[in-house]
């Protein structure tokens, strides 16, 4: 399967890539980003197949249907690291919480968060592909705490590829930050930067697009890659756990093979929400799929008024701190598959410029025929948290805008699917708040209170971070990244 480009092509870059081209080096023309040139249709009789199958049984034949072209001894080494996960024959359990409400937990992996779900094999792939073809690649990352873990975790000690992690010095949890700067692997480096996300955001924007950077990299052989979810590697493993949370459904006997559902997604960068569309349109029983967002709305408007605006909007922060995001970087692919190369270049374009575009009537409604969106603030989400435990259920700050959502947008009798990316454990002083009223209290002491009320065990993975010796002490100001990178690169 071929990969072509959201904004059209330039004439310059080639027309189509391979999978593997496409995840290596995943900018495009005209600062596009690529998807798949088709999609494999996969049926019911795929998925009752499925019924009696492995997760990994599955990811291997969904993957399989796009046809990419990764040796099968690496996909099978990158299915592997499912099996570290929790529960190795399912990664990714499903909970019915109340009612008509399913819980995806897709936190199970190493780093607690569900970007373990697709980083994990995605670093292992593009690794694979670095080794055989004997090139070596540098990652980039800013982090405002989940996506640096589960980026450094898969890439520790694997081969041709380095990592930087960019994060704000005291802009993320305790235990995010223990989960970077513990870290002892030769190939990785962490280093906290003086100032917020944006600015470390920033930061890393205009080195990737710095010439002199990039020419001292050629010179030592070294290619830029990304492992945010512009990268499709990224967004093929998306796909298959909505598949996956649909199955066990069935299972449960909760809904009969080819009866609709929900899926409600706790939204950011969209990749989640957007591997549930992947997954529609290839044939999965969704009736819609619900876009919830905290207090930085931007998502709400797009899809209830057509609207996308960051014209005065300044990043709200809020205690679902992964969702603080107002340029959604997968927007940009339901755009070219609902309106096509043209209008989203237009519409991209529209919004670089003037931060601002607004869709037509026609355009909002075919919109609103896939998605309903609602937002959550964090008084709401406390109350959810506060609300789901007293009946038995532990949620975090991310899951709980879901449950907001659920009640405004789930407008059938169908079965719901929440999604939840994180585990009680990555934001333990706001479930803390929630639970005992406790405020300004440390990770530490969170967790424990939180362990206590809810009688179970913080899971060591996260009580031993703080026993682990701090190997990644690097903090610094912005204007000496580059020379620290520099450095750690010889
Ligand atoms: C990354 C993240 C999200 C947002 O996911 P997107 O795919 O970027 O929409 C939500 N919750 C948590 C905990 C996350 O780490």
């Not at 291997?60 to 929790?86: G, N, P, T, W």
């Not at 450094?152 to 041709?160: P, Q």
């Not at 990039?214 to 909505?242: C, D, M, P, T």
């Not at 009320?453 to 010796?469: G, N, Q, R």
Request: with cysteine; glycine share 6%.
């Amino acid at each position: 399967m071929n990969f072509i480009e959201t904004r059209g092509n330039d004439g310059v870059n080639p027309i189509q890539v391979s999978f593997s081209e496409a995840i290596l080096s995943p900018m495009c023309s005209f600062g596009g980003i690529y998807v798949p040139e088709k999609f494999p249709l996969l049926g019911l009789d795929f998925l009752e197949k499925h019924l009696s199958t492995s997760y990994k049984d599955l990811a291997r034949d969904v993957l399989a249907a796009f046809k990419i072209d990764i040796d099968q001894d690496a996909i099978e080494q990158a299915l592997s690291l499912y099996d570290q996960f929790d529960d190795p024959a399912d990664p990714a359990p499903l909970v019915r919480v109340k009612n008509d409400l399913y819980v995806s937990e897709l936190y199970h992996g190493p780093t607690r968060a569900f970007k373990d779900m697709a980083l994990q094999p995605f670093g292992s792939v593009l690794s694979a592909l670095a080794e055989k073809r004997n090139e070596n690649y540098l990652i980039l990352a800013a982090t405002s705490g989940d996506t640096g873990p589960a980026a450094l975790d898969t890439f520790k000690n694997k081969k041709n590829v380095q990592v930087v992690c960019l994060y704000p010095e005291g802009g993320t949890s305790d235990v995010q930050r223990l989960q970077m700067v513990t870290e002892d692997a030769q190939n990785l480096k962490v280093i906290g930067i003086h100032g917020d996300f944006d600015d470390a955001q920033s930061a890393l924007k205009s080195l990737l697009s710095s010439e002199s950077f990039n020419n001292k990299l050629n010179e030592k052989n070294i290619s830029l890659s990304a492992a945010n979810s512009v990268n499709f590697g990224r967004i093929i493993f998306q796909i298959i756990y909505h598949i996956h949370s649909y199955l066990e459904l069935v299972r449960m006997e909760a809904v009969s093979m080819g009866a609709k559902v929900y899926l409600d997604v706790p939204s950011g960068n969209f990749g989640n929400a957007l591997g549930g569309y992947y997954a529609k349109k290839m044939g999965l029983p969704v009736e819609k799929i619900i876009i919830a967002s905290n207090l930085n709305n931007v998502l709400t408007k797009l899809i209830n008024e057509g609207q996308y605006d960051i014209r005065e909007s300044a990043v709200t922060p809020t205690t679902s701190p992964a969702m603080d995001i107002l340029k959604s970087s997968n927007v940009e692919r339901i755009l070219y598959d609902f309106f096509g190369a043209d209008r989203t270049k237009e519409l991209m374009q529209k919004l670089d410029q003037d931060k601002y575009y607004q869709l037509k009537s026609d355009e909002l409604e075919k919109l609103k025929t896939v998605f309903s969106a609602d937002f959550c603030s964090d008084e709401e989400g406390k109350k959810y948290i506060q609300e789901t435990f007293e009946s038995g259920y532990l949620l975090d700050p991310h899951t709980a805008t879901c449950f907001k959502a659920y009640e405004t947008c789930a407008e059938k009798p169908l079965n719901t699917i929440v999604y939840s990316t994180a585990e009680w454990t990555k934001f333990s002083p706001t479930i803390a708040n929630a639970l005992t009223g406790e405020v300004g209290t440390t990770d530490i002491a969170a967790l424990q209170a939180i362990a206590k009320k809810a009688s179970i065990a913080i899971p060591t993975v996260v009580s031993d971070l703080f026993e682990k010796p701090i190997m990644q002490a690097t903090v610094i100001d912005k204007v000496d990244i580059e020379k620290e990178i520099l450095n750690f690169l010889d």
